[in-house]
């Protein structure tokens, strides 16, 4: 029991000491060691800022969004940072205001309202009657850290594929990757660099799916007017 007893109190001492130099980056086993009742995680937002070129074409179709998939690594509210190709840790206190893959639904959905080329989108929990159903997959979304940077550099990587309805037959998929470095190593600027990456990312996918949707509208037009 005393040996047991030592051994707690020799890894609590040491997620003190990496508490102490690194505040943001106690990893995800020393915070479990560490609660802090009263002391809720401060909640981030993400904003979408995405800018599209004016000649997107308009479509008269209406697109539901599925909820991305994820592994169970991000499919968490909680910001992930990686040190390493092969670990996944998280930032200490600090919580985004819902899992990962829900905020990217809603992103995509106000990133296609953003447009005003669409007539209808929605979460695909909406009583809506698709044309189109877009499916997806949160590849990456977390905040990279090298031994030679001080600040981490965040990586946003979303595959998309969309679904001619109501046969849910795919017609197309996209994959889009981009990065952001953060400002500085503090929180504010680190969620600024997941914006900005996650941006990059929707603003490329969005006008994919637009111009995916117009094309084989059109086809379907020319299929159905042939004798």
């Not at 106690?26 to 909640?43: D, E, F, T, Y």
């Not at 499919?75 to 985004?96: G, H």
């Not at 893959?101 to 809506?128: H, M, Y």
């Not at 900005?196 to 159905?224: H, K, N, P, Q, Y």
Request: charged content about 25%; overall charge positive; aromatic content about 4%.
């Amino acid at each position: 029991m005393t040996r047991l007893r030592d051994a707690r109190l020799s890894r609590r001492r040491l997620c003190r000491r990496l508490a102490a130099g690194t505040p943001l980056l106690l990893a995800a086993g020393c915070a479990s060691l560490l609660p802090q009742p009263g002391q809720p995680p401060q909640l981030y937002l993400l904003r979408s800022r995405v800018k599209f070129p004016p000649d997107l074409p308009r479509v008269s179709q209406q697109l539901l969004v599925a909820l991305p998939v994820a592994s169970a690594g991000l499919d968490t509210e909680r910001i992930a940072l990686s040190r390493s190709a092969v670990t996944l840790d998280y930032f200490a206190n600090a919580a985004w205001t819902d899992h990962a893959p829900a905020l990217v639904q809603s992103l995509l959905v106000r990133s296609f309202e953003a447009t005003g080329k669409i007539v209808g989108v929605a979460r695909d929990s909406a009583s809506l009657r698709p044309d189109y159903l877009l499916l997806s997959e949160l590849e990456r979304f977390e905040a990279v850290y090298s031994d030679s940077e001080a600040a981490p550099k965040v990586e946003a990587a979303l595959v998309l594929r969309l679904a001619r309805m109501p046969d849910r037959v795919i017609i197309g998929e996209r994959r889009a990757e981009r990065s952001a470095a953060a400002g500085a190593n503090s929180m504010a600027p680190i969620v600024a660099a997941f914006g900005e990456a996650l941006d990059g990312a929707l603003e490329e996918l969005v006008a994919w799916t637009l111009r995916r949707i117009s094309a084989d509208a059109a086809s379907g037009a020319r299929r159905g007017a042939a004798p």
